[in-house]
T-cell receptor, first 109, second 115 residues
């Protein structure tokens, strides 16, 4: 079967750095997405990786290793507004999105 | 503002009621989706429409009935629901229904409670 694993919940301190991991086993691979979802709001697109390596966008970076079936989302200089759930999703060989259950990130002052 | 709007935002309905969820996208996309989001579970894809034609139906019970009158509007008609159907229902759109790098844009969701 197809599976996406990510931690259920993480806690970090304002101003610090946090890394949210995502491992996947899917039938084929056509890219990996990260979304941010604040409580009661729409998931919003953060990043897309299809090649190995690190993609940086301001305070957020996303890394992919296809050989390891592994990605992480790195958040730097954490702010209270970064408290949200972070969803990892992989597009399989049929271009279907397989979703993880999300990681709830709690930022403490 | 994500370009995808859903109404109502909150809905409480009895098991014998009939109601509908509405979604409208202002992004000029050709594909629209209904997802179900339950607490601590992955997003579940329910229906996919491409250019108003249903291209996927993931074994969803018939008490959920989608309708796509044009590429900008999508409805989810609800009837004789069960309490376990209580969840957040997310509408989404994308440029096309498949293909690499096809980013999906979500609406803010409709919270459904079945009593």
């Amino acid at each position: 079967g197809q599976n996406i694993d990510q931690p259920t919940e993480m806690t970090a301190t304002e101003g610090a750095i946090v890394q949210i991991n995502c491992t996947y086993q899917t039938s084929g691979f056509n890219g990996l997405f990260w979304y941010q979802q604040h409580a009661g709001e729409a998931p919003t697109f953060l990043s897309y990786n299809v090649l190995d390596g690190l993609e940086e966008k301001g305070r957020f970076s996303s890394f992919l290793s296809r050989s390891k079936g592994y990605s992480y989302l790195l958040l730097k200089e954490l702010q209270m507004k970064d408290s949200a759930s972070y969803l990892c999703a992989v597009m399989d060989s049929n271009y279907q999105l397989i979703w993880g259950a999300g990681t709830k990130l709690i930022i403490k002052p | 503002e994500t370009g995808v709007t859903q109404t109502p935002r909150h809905l409480v309905m009895g098991m014998t009621n009939k109601k509908s969820l509405k979604c409208e996208q202002h992004l000029g996309h050709n594909a629209m989706y209904w997802y179900k989001q339950s607490a601590k579970k992955p997003l579940e894809l329910m229906f996919v429409y491409s250019l108003e034609e249903r291209v996927e139906n993931n074994s969803v019970p018939s008490r959920f009935s989608p309708e796509c009158p044009n590429s900008s509007h999508l409805f989810l008609h609800l009837h004789t629901l069960q309490p376990e159907d209580s969840a957040l229902y997310l509408c989404a759109s994308s440029q096309r229904a498949g293909g690499g790098g096809n980013t999906i844009y979500f609406g803010e969701g409709s919270w459904l409670t079945v009593v």
